[in-house]
């Protein structure tokens, strides 16, 4: 009897320990960065940082001048530029953004116009210094209305904040050539 016991005890603790491993959530989304809402203005304030969504532009097509020649660059999907307002709050800083599609999945900015003028990648952001960068992103169409903004430190700041943008109502009017300068 004590066998039988014995073995139903390990049985019993192997079936807990696996509804506890299928159940938990994992390391990647436990830590995560503190969700801050913009606040209806569109403006929000991290811990490090502030930021206003001024407004959102789409196109098929991105033109700029690097190095005094044109570039442009196309799509198959749709670009989306944000224009942002951003400042440090203690100390310089870079930002990163995503953008979480209306299904969920998370778009990271386009690394095909990292050299763009005013581009959010390469910006760094002073205390009490507002600068105007532009987030880019390369997606669907369907993913922007009820898709999000997010802007968040770069580097590992996984215990930070992150400010979260409102949904747009509407998707922007989508531009044959959007022409960017500095």
């Not at 203005?41 to 097509?61: D, K, P, Y």
């Not at 990163?96 to 209306?102: I, N, Q, R, T």
């Not at 299904?103 to 690394?111: D, I, K």
Request: a neutral charge.
């Amino acid at each position: 009897m004590s066998h039988l016991a014995n073995l139903m005890a390990v049985a019993l603790g192997g079936a807990m320990l696996g509804a506890m491993m299928n159940t938990l959530p994992g390391y990647d989304s436990s830590f995560q960065p503190f969700a801050v809402d913009a606040g209806e203005n569109g403006v929000g304030q991290g811990r490090l940082f502030t930021a206003e969504l001024i407004g959102l532009r789409s196109a098929g097509a991105i033109s700029y001048e690097r190095y005094g020649k044109n570039v442009v660059r196309d799509t198959s999907a749709t670009f989306l530029v944000a224009e942002l307002a951003i400042s440090a709050r203690e100390e310089s800083r870079q930002i990163e953004a995503v953008w979480l599609g209306a299904t969920g999945r998370q778009y990271n900015q386009s690394t095909r116009l990292e050299n763009v003028p005013r581009g959010l990648s390469q910006a760094r952001f002073e205390p009490r210094l507002t600068d105007r960068p532009l987030a880019i992103f390369e997606l669907p169409d369907d993913e922007i209305v009820g898709g999000r903004l997010v802007l968040m430190a770069r580097g590992s700041m996984r215990m930070d904040s992150a400010v979260h943008f409102a949904s747009p109502a509407s998707a922007p009017e989508r531009q044959a050539m959007l022409r960017l300068g500095p």
